[in-house]
């Protein structure tokens, strides 16, 4: 198992690099800044700068590396998904070998072009709305939802880039019966921290004495607690879409929205208890790419 997890970061170190100097040549083709692309992917540019450079030491979670990788390349006229899906997250089975991997010039799309089909649809939303609104005299303000919704650019959360949700299923009593009982710590225990993804939805990973827990996707609006004789670690990949509250204190965010944020709660956070606001003293360790 050593060796095959070994093997894999050694395999995600070489694609990782291979995919980051491509994309690299094909943002300076088009003569746009690591700034612009920001702009349109709504990454920071030091994960961008780390994805080219081939930095998996200033990256997230391999399924994070792979969105962002999917976004840079739909952001530059290039087929994003092909280009995620030849980064191996050790999930899913190996892919096969990428069309990518040939000229430069086969795979180039102006980038003007997209403005100019971005200027097309607004041209086309707006003489819509003007007709609708000489005919009926009552749709300015859905047309001007329309207008804005078409204009604005994405600014969902990164967490949320990751894919689509999965469909909703009913869990079975089975499943329902273990969430429960992960969620509902010991009471006597001193260590408690309950928290609510207020965000769309957030990968997190609970490490409690330690032991993992929990490490998966929360949507918006789940609440989970858990309970440490010890310690226990909460890591978020979108820091700002989850509140914490430490042993009943006042919830407050994890983090910065984006951000990956990992801290650590201890039983000596008790005796520092702050009065003021009733938060306790945290033992953090923040990880922020």
Same mark, same amino acid.
Do not use: C
């Given at each position: 198992?050593?060796e095959?997890?070994?093997q ?7 694609l990782l =690099? ?6 690299r ?5 088009q ?5 612009d692309?920001?702009t349109?992917?709504l ?15 200033r ?9 962002f990788i ?13 280009f995620?899906?030849a ?18 010039? =086969? ?9 100019l089909?971005t ?6 939303i707006?003489?819509?709305?003007y ?6 005299g ?12 078409a204009?604005?650019?994405?600014s969902q ?14 869990p079975s009593?089975?499943?329902r019966?273990v ?6 710590p ?7 921290v309950s928290?609510t993804?207020?965000g769309?939805q957030?990968?997190?990973?609970i ?12 949507s918006?609006? =789940? ?12 890591r ?5 879409a989850?509140?914490?509250?430490y ?12 951000d ?12 520092s ?6 938060s306790?003293?945290?033992t953090?360790i923040?990880?922020?790419?």
């Amino acid at each position: 198992m050593k060796e095959q997890t070994l093997q894999l970061v050694k395999e995600q170190k070489e694609l990782l =690099a291979e995919i980051g100097d491509y994309l690299r040549r094909l943002r300076q083709h088009q003569e746009l800044s690591l700034e612009d692309v920001a702009t349109i992917t709504l990454i920071p540019v030091r994960t961008l700068s780390a994805i080219e450079d081939g930095d998996l030491n200033r990256l997230p979670e391999p399924v994070y590396i792979q969105g962002f990788i999917k976004r840079y390349a739909d952001a530059i006229g290039v087929d994003g998904t092909e280009f995620a899906n030849a980064f191996p997250t050790g999930i899913h089975p190996k892919p096969s070998k990428p069309s990518w991997r040939g000229t430069i010039e =086969a795979q180039l799309r102006p980038f003007h072009l997209y403005l100019l089909y971005t200027l097309l649809v607004l041209g086309a939303i707006s003489g819509l709305s003007y007709m609708m609104n000489r005919s009926t005299g009552q749709l300015p303000r859905y047309a001007s939802n329309a207008q804005l919704s078409a204009g604005q650019p994405n600014s969902q959360p990164l967490g949320e880039f990751y894919g689509p949700p999965a469909p909703s299923q009913s869990p079975s009593p089975s499943s329902r019966a273990v969430k429960t009982a992960i969620a509902s710590p010991t009471s006597d225990k001193p260590v408690r921290v309950s928290l609510t993804v207020k965000g769309q939805q957030s990968w997190l990973r609970i490490v409690v004495d330690g032991k993992t827990e929990f490490e998966g996707m929360l949507s918006q609006g =789940a609440q989970r607690s858990w309970a440490a004789e010890e310690q226990l670690t909460v890591r978020a990949g979108d820091a700002g879409a989850v509140e914490v509250s430490y042993n009943e204190s006042q919830p407050k965010p994890l983090g910065q929205p984006g951000d990956v944020q990992e801290k650590t709660f201890g039983k000596t956070s008790q005796a520092s208890l702050n009065p003021a606001d009733g938060s306790a003293n945290e033992t953090a360790i923040s990880q922020v790419f």
